[in-house]
């Protein structure tokens, strides 16, 4: 699945990013969010593990995640 959207807020050490539309993922396994930061406008690829939303990539704009 993949969604767009504002970054609001990254928990790196916590494991997690926020959109601004209160949209939360956890990192999945490898996921670098490096040079990101909140206002960027981001695609998000994502799984979804039970209730949880566990992002697999994340580009800058609407590129293809």
Known sequence: MKTTGKLKEINSAQAWLL???G??????????????KPG?????EYEMKGDKKIATR???????A
Do not use: P
């Not at 949209?23 to 996921?31: A, E, I, P, V």
């Not at 960027?40 to 998000?44: A, I, K, L, P, Q």
């Open 19 to 21: 959109l601004a539309n």
């Open 23 to 36: 949209t939360r993922f956890s990192f999945g396994k490898g996921l670098s969010v490096a040079g990101y």
């Open 40 to 44: 960027d406008e981001v695609s998000v």
């Open 58 to 64: 994340v580009n800058r704009g609407s590129k293809a």
